[in-house]
């Protein structure tokens, strides 16, 4: 079954605590991204990758790092969680030639308190 | 920078009452545009996607979107809603040539029995 997978699905920890949230999709995909999700303001994108090797900054990247050193998998890494990262987060995947249909995960509920 | 207004942030409608949302964007651009639905504790599914020809494009669940680009808005109708259509609805853009996606903030619909 073609999917997005997202470990873990919840997650509380304390500030200052590393950690990493993985992602890994099956359908070959090229094109990788991590969102946030906070009420009211909708999704904003934090990273994304357009290939192995290649990562660029989204709209809120301030406290996180990415890595795709596969092409399957696009983990996301909080160095140093704050509180004001509590939020809900989503993996998507899609083809390079047609990043807009972006295939999602199933999200990863992340309380730091 | 393009941005997405969903101005409706939370509606609620009888079952069989007919169902707009509404969906404006910022770009003066050629766009691509998309409406994607969350089911109550699931994912982001594609709902209906627009990239040119007609305007009036039909997704799924009996759901469809016209883009009036005189009015740079892709609103988002259904004739007949189910209790099963309850779900948050968010309309997102990406610019022509560009990977990114740009959410708006999403409109809550809740449907009563």
């Known amino acids: 079954e073609a999917q997005v997978t997202q470990n873990p699905r919840y997650l509380i920890t304390v500030t200052g605590k590393k950690l990493t949230v993985t992602c890994s999709q099956n359908?070959?995909?090229?094109?990788m991204s991590w969102y946030r999700q906070d009420p009211g303001l909708g999704l904003r994108q934090i990273y994304y990758s357009m290939n192995v090797e290649v990562t660029d900054k989204g709209d809120v990247p301030e406290g996180y790092k990415v890595s795709r050193k596969e092409k399957r998998n696009f983990p996301l890494i909080l160095e140093s969680p704050s509180p004001n990262q509590t939020s809900l987060y989503f993996c998507?995947?899609?083809?390079?030639?047609?990043?807009?249909?972006?295939?999602f995960g199933p999200g990863t509920r992340l309380t730091v308190t | 920078a393009q941005s997405v207004s969903q101005h409706n942030h939370h509606v609620i409608l009888s079952e069989a009452a007919s169902l707009e949302l509404g969906c404006n964007y910022s770009y003066g651009g050629t766009v691509n545009l998309f409406w994607y639905v969350q089911y109550p504790g699931q994912h982001l599914q594609l709902l209906l996607k627009?990239?040119?020809?007609?305007?009036l494009v039909k997704g799924i669940k009996g759901f469809e979107a016209e883009f009036i680009k005189s009015k740079f808005s892709f609103n988002l109708r259904k004739p007949s809603v189910q209790w099963s259509d309850t779900a948050e609805y968010f309309c997102a853009v990406t610019e022509f040539g560009n990977e990114k996606l740009t959410f708006g903030t999403g409109t809550r619909l809740t449907i009563i029995p």
């Open positions: 627009y990239f040119s020809g007609d305007p």
């Open positions: 998507a995947s899609s083809l390079s030639d047609s990043p807009y249909e972006q295939y």
């Open positions: 359908m070959n995909h090229e094109y």
